[in-house]
């Protein structure tokens, strides 16, 4: 069982950057997905979440509007699609899976990590 994030990179303020969670050895289409992120010296940060029960997506209020979730369940992915970034955006993202079907903010509450992928906005 296996979750690998990647995607990320380096990119100037008001740029874009797909990210990717890529699962083996479970499907995917059964778990919530989350994503999180981390910035040196900060707590880790829950930041999007799509529910496996009805597709529901859900942001942390910095990123509406700019990040987008989704799933391709044929790819065993999810997707995390970010525009419009800002340098506070900078972070170490992560993915997990959640067995239940409902999202939840609370990191204890994801069975299973991805690695994480360095996403970095600087000018």
């Known amino acids: 069982v296996q979750l690998q994030a990647s995607g990320g990179g380096s990119v100037q303020p008001g740029g874009s950057l797909r990210l990717s969670c890529a699962a083996s050895g479970f499907t995917l289409d059964t778990y919530a997905i989350g994503w999180f992120r981390q910035s040196p010296g900060k707590e880790r940060e829950w930041v999007s979440c799509i529910s496996s029960s009805d597709g529901s997506t859900y942001y942390v209020d910095s990123v509406k509007g700019r990040f987008t979730i989704s799933r391709d369940n044929a790819k065993n992915t999810v997707y995390l699609q970010m525009s419009s970034l800002k340098p506070e955006d900078t972070a170490v993202y992560y993915c997990?899976?959640?067995?239940?079907?409902?999202?939840?903010?609370?990191?204890?509450?994801?069975?299973?990590w991805g690695q994480g992928t360095l996403v970095t906005v600087s000018s």
């Open positions: 997990a899976a959640d067995s239940s079907t409902v999202c939840d903010i609370r990191f204890g509450s994801y069975d299973y």
